[in-house]
Structure formats: structure tokens, C-alpha cells
């Protein structure tokens, strides 16, 4: 394949400019994480302040980017460990770890009215549960990990990388879903004083609850309802900052970013997430397809690219090479195959691609690799 990303390269980065945040979505496993990591580290070269929010990093990884202590702080990337991996940093790269239940707690803090309803709420059996097992809490907290971001750090790029999620665009539905839930009527009835087990659950329900509470010693409708009157007073906050990212996410300010490599099922969530970020109304995506094979026999026989071999490895070598390069050929044609499907899905824009790279990526030497290619 030419290896002529340049030309791809340029416009990915036209086009992310005038962005403060870049949202990349894809299905699991293409490459997500990584291409994030690498596209803040590439923007911070430039000269920005960029911070990416990383969910689930490869360990060695996560180690590279000093984020195994789960602070849910972001954490600035010593530019002498750049250096070492031959980087050049005008800006700063930051990096966290989004971890929910630290996310959610922080916010708590943040907004309760005072230190016991803190404590309350922070030792309220229902909210440890909420706040670490429920679906959705995830991609809750990188709601409120975005606002805190955006609103009280003064970065000029973050790179969100997005939860790994049954849809990929739960992410984006959370803050709509969050402002549901609190401004809708089930959670009035529960802040409605008086009457609430009956008003919520009929007079059946409520009495299976009090067996269970006798049976078991938790008093789960006592605990539920002691619950969100103690969140009362955090909930005009809460929903004022799920408005805030609602209106960012809607915002010429963010772009979205969608990754996948060339195999055929995340192929087919890139078009999905394709298809609903322009139904939704969230514009036009940019794409990178990672895990390209770029270097084949390059349009040549294996018979002459043997021959042009020849000289610097001998015969024999030179033989093997081309055959191994033959083999390596077909995955490189059919991805080319891919990559134009893709272009037509991008209504003719060319995708950026990063070449399948013979190792994992798991130092910041391998991400300075991907950055590169990126060429933003
Ligand atoms: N271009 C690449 N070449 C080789 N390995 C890669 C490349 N991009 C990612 N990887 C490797 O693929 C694995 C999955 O990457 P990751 O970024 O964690 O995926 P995701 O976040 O999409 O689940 C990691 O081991 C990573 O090192
Ligand atoms: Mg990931």
C-alpha cells in the first residue's frame, strides 16, 4: 500500500483543529486506548496542553504513563522519560485513569452542603452500590470527569477515551439519561416526604421488602429512600454539570473520533457509530484505522523484488524475504480493500492509518511510534 498517509495526516489534524475535547469511540480491542494515548502525545508535541482520560489501559501501559496508582487525578507525563523515548515535547501531556467510584465520590464531596451529609451519603450502602456496579455508572462518571476537566483545568485538548460498553454511544446518552433521571418523576416521589413505599411500590412490594429486611438485616427501602434525600442536596449540582457536558459534547467544540482496525466486525461498528453520530446530529466523524499492514511487495512480482534484493542479502535471503513479503501481501491488498470501503463512508475523505506495528504497544517509545503516524 502507498504509504502515502501524509496527505490523510494533513487533514486529520485541519481537522481536529479549533477541538478542546476528542471523544474516540470503537469496538473493543482495534486499538482505542492506544491510538488516544498516542493522538494527545502527538498534540502535545505540537505545544498544546493535552490530557488524556484513559479507561481500561494495557498494564505495561498504564505503567508507562505512571497511572497505577488509581488516583483519578490526572498526572503529568515526566518529559525527561519523553526525552529517553526520543520525544520532543513543546507541550504537556497529561494522563488519568478514569475510575468511577473515585469520579463519583469526588463530585459528592464537591457538592454536598455540609460534612455530614457527606458522610452520609459516601457510607450509604445504595450509593456504594451505584456508584461502582450499576450499568451506565461509567460512563456517569466520565461525564463528571469531563466537566472537571474542562471547566477547572485549563487544558487546550482532552482526549476521552470512551468505556467499553454493550453501545458504544452510551457515553454520549448518559448525560441525557442522567438529566431524565433527575428532573423526572421517580426520583420526586422518592424526595417527596411521607408516604413514599407505598406511593412507589404498592403495599405488595413493600411487604416483601420488610421480609427481606428481617430475613436478611438490610433495610434496602429504608436504605433507598435515606438515600436520595440525603442526595437531595447535591442534585441541582449534579444536573447542572450533566448540562454543561451535554451542551460541550452538541458543541463545535468537540469532534469524535471513531477507531477500528481493518477486520470486518469492528468494520462494521465504525459504520454503526458512523451511521448514529450523524443521526444524532453530532456531525461528521473523523476515522482512524489502525493495525494497517503498509508494506507488501509494493506493486512488484516476487520475482523482482527478489532480484532488487539480491544484492544486500544475497540470493538465497533475498528469495525468502520476497516470498514472506508475498504472503504478507494479500493482508495488505485486502486491507486496501477496507480502507476504500471506509473512504466511501467518509463521503471520500481518506481515514488515517497506522501500520500494524510487530510489537504491542506498551511504552511510550511505541506510542512516539503511532504518534508519528498520526502526523498531527
Ligand atoms: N498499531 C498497532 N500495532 C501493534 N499493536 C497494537 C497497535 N495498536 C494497538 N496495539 C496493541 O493492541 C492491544 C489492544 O490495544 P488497546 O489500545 O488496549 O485496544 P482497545 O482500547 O481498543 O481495547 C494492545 O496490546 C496494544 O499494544
Ligand atoms: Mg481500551
Redesign the pocket.
Known amino acids: 500500500m502507498a504509504r502515502g498517509n501524509s496527505s490523510a495526516a494533513r487533514t486529520l489534524r485541519s481537522r481536529l483543529t479549533g477541538r478542546r475535547v476528542i471523544v474516540t469511540l ?10 488516544s494515548a498516542a493522538l494527545a502525545l502527538a498534540l502535545a508535541m505540537r505545544g498544546g496542553k493535552v490530557a488524556v482520560v484513559t479507561i ?3 498494564r505495561r ?1 498504564a505503567t508507562a504513563l505512571g497511572l497505577e496508582n488509581l488516583s483519578g487525578e490526572p498526572h503529568r507525563i515526566d518529559a525527561v522519560a519523553l526525552e529517553h523515548a526520543g520525544v520532543e515535547l513543546r507541550g504537556e501531556l497529561w494522563a488519568m485513569m478514569l475510575d468511577t467510584k473515585a469520579t463519583f465520590d469526588a463530585v459528592v464531596e464537591r457538592l454536598a452542603p455540609d460534612e455530614a451529609s457527606r458522610e452520609e451519603i459516601l457510607a450509604n450502602p445504595v450509593y456504594r452500590e451505584l456508584s461502582t456496579a450499576v450499568a451506565g455508572s461509567n460512563e456517569l462518571s466520565a461525564v463528571a470527569k469531563l466537566y472537571e476537566l474542562h471547566a477547572e483545568h485549563e487544558f487546550d485538548v482532552i482526549v476521552l ?1 470512551t468505556p ?1 460498553s454493550r453501545n458504544a454511544l452510551d457515553f454520549l446518552e448518559a448525560p441525557g439519561r442522567l438529566l431524565g433521571f433527575l428532573e423526572g418523576r421517580a426520583l420526586q416521589v422518592f424526595l417527596a416526604p411521607g408516604g413514599l413505599t407505598a406511593k412507589l411500590f404498592g403495599r405488595g412490594t413493600a411487604l416483601v421488602f420488610a421480609i427481606f429486611a428481617r430475613v436478611t438485616g438490610v433495610d434496602m427501602l429504608g436504605e433507598l429512600s435515606r438515600f436520595f434525600r440525603s442526595l437531595g442536596g447535591i442534585l441541582d449540582g449534579f444536573g447542572e454539570r450533566t448540562r454543561v457536558v451535554q451542551q460541550l459534547l452538541r458543541s463545535e467544540q468537540t469532534g469524535f473520533l471513531i ?1 477500528t482496525s481493518p477486520e470486518p466486525e469492528p468494520v462494521r461498528e465504525a459504520r454503526f457509530l458512523a451511521e448514529r453520530l450523524r443521526e444524532t446530529g453530532l456531525g461528521e466523524p473523523e476515522l482512524i484505522v ?2 494497517v499492514h503498509l508494506d507488501g511487495l509494493g506493486g512488484r512480482s516476487p520475482e523482482e523484488l527478489a532480484e532488487r534484493l539480491t544484492d544486500d542479502l544475497g540470493a538465497d535471503l533475498a528469495r525468502r524475504v520476497a516470498s514472506n513479503l508475498a504472503d504478507f501481501d494479500v493482508l495488505v491488498r485486502r486491507d486496501e480493500g477496507t480502507v476504500r470501503e471506509l473512504e466511501a463512508l467518509l463521503g471520500g475523505r481518506e481515514p488515517t492509518l ?4 510487530d ?4 511504552d511510550l517509545l ?1 506510542l512516539a511510534r ?1 504518534a508519528e503516524q498520526l502526523g498531527v
Open positions: 470503537g469496538a473493543g480491542g482495534v486499538g482505542k486506548t492506544t491510538t481500561d489501559p494495557a501501559l477515551d467499553p477507531v489502525n493495525r497506522v501500520g500494524h506495528l510489537e504491542e504497544v506498551q511505541g503511532i
